[in-house]
């Protein structure tokens, strides 16, 4: 993974640049002493680090945008950084960039239930905005499994999932407004309490934009009514393209649970081993949840359960109270820590074409001999957004890169098939040098097209999203 | 005057590359949203599925293929697309037959929308052809992608003004087995709209909430058991004096709304206005009670005004926008921009449109 040469003009101005910020902001919003600005040197891709030039943890919009000015002023690239808790490296720093962190933002500026949302400042995280609501009833949909860390602006700077969105959708359904700062200190609103835009269709653009476009400050977010109850099946299955069969006769029956689970066997043995949920040993294993009321529940389940009875699986349980629910919830929440004991993991994000499941998992598993290196696969099943775990060992000369080769073949695999090199962690830095795999020059062009509107310098988090190739001249101009 | 036609995406591409005046890009021809005489440039030849996996969930299909052809596809699998576009030729007086890509580019979206998603929602990939005449896709056909910007959430209700759609592709859903509706006769704005927020902060699953004609409806959807244990559990909760109506009748009363049927064929102009769901009957009540049927909770105001009216100056305190539809009137078609977002999307149009071929004038 190459990042591009920081540019050492900047790196010499360095103190010139921190007595800029420090003139705008409180004195401790700037971060510059070499032992602090580590903390910021990576994300959750903890392989590559770097630390930057300086920090900037501002309290609101307006300190945002007075940073803004001085970094565009001074020609400084500026990485915005939510919890840092990205997989793809989204957060990453440059030797030569200013990470402007929102970590301080964090209120709750209002809270409508008539109009079922809620205003918060960025660097809110995900579940303390159910949290502030879900004593009246409501909560926020989507739910990234990193929701008690992450915080409101990566998960709309990257477009966030969750385990429900099968059902709730992903951030870019739930969200109805921004307020954002552009690289020149600009701000500006989009979208609010309505349904939809009056123009273009920027709020739509901006999210998943990788902090590219600016550095969202403030979001409004759809809030629903909490379910009256929820209930998991599982079932196991001795092959796993009866699961995949299974799935699609759900959905084609018109049920749409919230959330459909799927793991394999190097998963299912390794979360027995860690978390002893009792899932049986078997190929595949899904695990699917609907919602409602005692009723409602009922009905669908009894649909669900005829239609996996039909594919004869080696298991079929449902839930008969909360204990069993959560231990059916169990493994599947324990699969990626379970996986971290046997050895260190790379989680892959691609997503497949339901109908594709089975031959994309034969194929991995094909890839995964040839190379020596264990892949367990544990993913949405519902929306076939797959995450395969490569199995490596960090401390093995070597390995590192074998596993990033597995990685790029299987997302090769994925887009192959119909599918993307990411369904829900983002491009950043990771997936950056695979996107010729899936967009021809042209679909690039004009994506980054879109950034030279909204910051026409590079500035904003350059070296991320698109190869560094493609970008390089606009990068330099 | 003359009409470009074309059939496939490479002559269309061929034709926009090497073409310097201006083009108004027509589907069927049935949303009105004309600004201009620029010469037609129909895309209805563009027709056919591409791909439908109901067991996936996903159709691709062509952008000139008929809304009508999409929907009998879906529907023989049991299926349908869940944003509900409506069909606007009643309320224009416009014939023809109302395409899948002039529903994308209008990001035309019904009833439903308050509780599933608009038609961008559901969008999952486009292909479109660009002012330099470069075919470029974007997003695909799974749905969760969020590899490179979503431009798919862009070209929905861009109008054209963008880009040249040539196939789409959409999340689709399961037809529930039944439905039904709740209704109260007899209320004003203000009064429905309380009911219907009541309704909307339920976990009863509403999936319509509008007032027409001086009835508030609710509408419930899904398996019988669920559908008649949810309408009476909300029936309960708004008290005396709902009736409920059930199947095709509840159908009927949805269809109604999503097409704005109380306006057609009546003189006035048309305006879409999006407001917080709450302040619905607030901007009636600013522009003096004009006729209206309210969507969306109160969200979504259709207004029939005389021409003139100052709709805008209305709305101003309470954020939002409005749109008009349908009628002559000084004020521009779509809502002014303030001055940063302005210029953002002029860049934009001028990135994507370079020679400025697309629609001209309609968005700005």
């Known amino acids: 993974m190459q990042m591009p040469e920081p540019n050492p003009a900047i790196l010499a101005r360095k103190a010139e640049i921190v007595a800029a910020l420090r003139a705008v902001l409180p004195g401790d919003a700037v971060i510059d002493a070499v032992s602090e600005t580590r903390a910021y040197e990576c994300d959750a891709l903890a392989a590559y680090r770097c630390a930057p030039l300086a920090v900037v943890l501002p309290s609101s919009t307006e300190e945002v945008a007075a940073a803004l000015r001085v970094c565009h002023a001074m020609g400084v690239p500026v990485v915005p950084r939510g919890s840092g808790t990205s997989l793809a490296g989204g957060a990453m720093p440059s030797a030569d960039a200013v990470v402007l962190g929102v970590a301080r933002m964090a209120e709750v500026l209002e809270v409508d239930y008539a109009n079922r949302l809620i205003r918060v400042q960025a660097g809110r995280t995900n579940l303390s905005v159910t949290g502030a609501v879900e004593s009246d009833g409501f909560f926020y949909a989507p739910d990234p499994s990193s929701q008690l860390a992450c915080a409101i602006a990566g998960n709309v700077a990257m477009n966030s999932g969750g385990a429900h969105c099968l059902k709730y959708g992903v951030t870019t359904n739930n969200l109805l407004g921004v307020r954002m700062v552009l690289m020149d200190g600009t701000i500006v609103d989009l979208g609010g309490g309505h349904l939809d835009a009056g123009g273009l269709d920027l709020l739509g ?55 459909i689970e799927f793991m394999d066997r190097p998963c299912i043995r390794a979360t027995e081993a860690f978390a002893k949920a009792g899932y049986p040993d078997c190929e595949a294993l899904l695990i699917v949840e609907v919602e409602g009321s005692e009723t409602e529940i009922a009905e669908q389940l009894a649909v669900i359960m005829a239609i996996a009875r039909a594919h004869n699986p080696v298991e079929l349980r449902e839930a008969a109270d909360e204990g069993q629910a959560k231990r059916i919830w169990l493994g599947r929440k324990s699969a990626f820590g379970a996986m971290g004991q046997i050895n260190d993991y790379m989680c892959l994000d691609g997503t497949i074409p339901v109908s594709q499941l089975s031959y994309v998992l034969k194929r991995i598993g094909e890839m995964s001999r040839a190379v020596g290196l264990d892949v367990g696969n544990v993913f949405h099943a519902g929306d076939g957004n797959m995450h395969p775990l490569i199995l490596y060992n960090a401390n093995t000369p070597g390995d590192l890169e074998r596993c990033e080769a597995l990685g790029a073949d299987i997302l090769k695999l994925c887009v192959e098939v119909g599918g993307c090199l990411t369904g829900e962690h983002g491009v950043g830095i990771e997936k950056r040098d695979l996107m010729g795999v899936q967009f021809a020059p042209d679909d690039l062009d004009i994506q980054m097209a879109v950034k030279d509107v909204f910051d026409p310098a590079w500035l904003l988090n350059p070296a991320k999203v698109f190869p560094l190739a493609s970008s390089a001249a606009r990068r330099a101009a | 005057m003359n009409m470009e036609q074309v059939t496939d995406e490479a002559g269309l591409a061929a034709l926009i590359a090497s073409r310097e005046a201006p083009l108004r890009i027509v589907g069927g021809g049935t949303r009105g949203m004309v600004a201009g005489n620029a010469e037609p440039l129909s895309v209805a030849g563009l027709t056919g599925v591409t791909l439908y996996e109901p067991g996936a969930m996903t159709l691709v299909v062509r952008a000139g293929t008929a809304l009508a052809e999409v929907e009998r596809v879906l529907d023989a699998e049991g299926q349908r697309l869940a944003f509900e576009p409506a069909d606007w030729r009643g309320l224009l007086g416009t014939s023809g037959a109302p395409t899948i890509g002039g529903v994308v580019a209008g990001n035309i979206s019904g009833p439903r929308r308050v509780a599933v998603g608009a038609c961008r929602d559901f969008l999952l990939g486009v292909r479109f052809v660009d002012g330099r005449g470069r075919v470029i896709k974007n997003g695909g056909r799974v749905m969760k992608n969020v590899t490179g910007y979503d431009l798919v959430k862009l070209m929905a209700g861009s109008w054209g003004t963008l880009g040249v759609l040539t196939e789409v592709s959409f999340k689709v859903l399961a037809k529930p087995a039944t439905e039904a509706t709740l209704i109260r006769r007899g209320v004003t ?42 309408r009476d559990a909300l029936a309960r909760l708004l ?122 004038g309609l968005m700005t």
């Open chain 1, 205 to 259: 653009v901006v999210c998943g934009s990788e902090g590219q476009l600016g550095v969202v400050t403030e979001a409004t977010l759809r809030i629903l009514p909490k379910p009256e109850g929820a209930r998991p099946v599982l079932m196991g299955f001795d092959r796993s393209e009866v699961a995949g069969e299974c799935v699609s006769a759900i959905i084609k029956a018109g049920i749409l649970p919230v959330a």
């Open chain 2, 189 to 230: 704005a203000a009064e429905g709209v309380a009911a219907l927020t009541v309704g909307l902060g339920t976990p009863y699953d509403v999936t319509g909430a509008a007032w027409s004609g001086g009835a508030a409806l609710l509408r419930i959807e899904g398996m019988a058991g669920s559908v008649t244990y949810r």
């Open chain 2, 239 to 360: 008290g005396a004096g709902w009736d409920a109506a059930e199947g095709a009748d509840s159908a009927a009363l949805w269809r109604d709304v999503r097409d704005v049927t109380p306006f057609a064929g009546r003189a006035g102009v048309v305006w879409r206005v999006s407001v917080k769901p709450t302040d619905g009957p607030r901007v009636l009540a600013a522009l003096g009670d004009p006729e209206a049927v309210l969507d969306w909770g109160g969200g979504l105001c259709w207004l029939l005004m005389p021409e003139g009216a100052d709709v805008r100056a209305a709305l101003a305190p309470f954020g939002g926008h409005a749109t008009r539809i349908r009628g002559h009137d000084p004020a521009p078609v779509f809502q002014p921009e303030p001055a940063p977002v302005a210029a953002l999307s002029a860049r934009l149009r001028a990135e994507f449109d370079p020679k400025g071929l697309f629609n001209p």
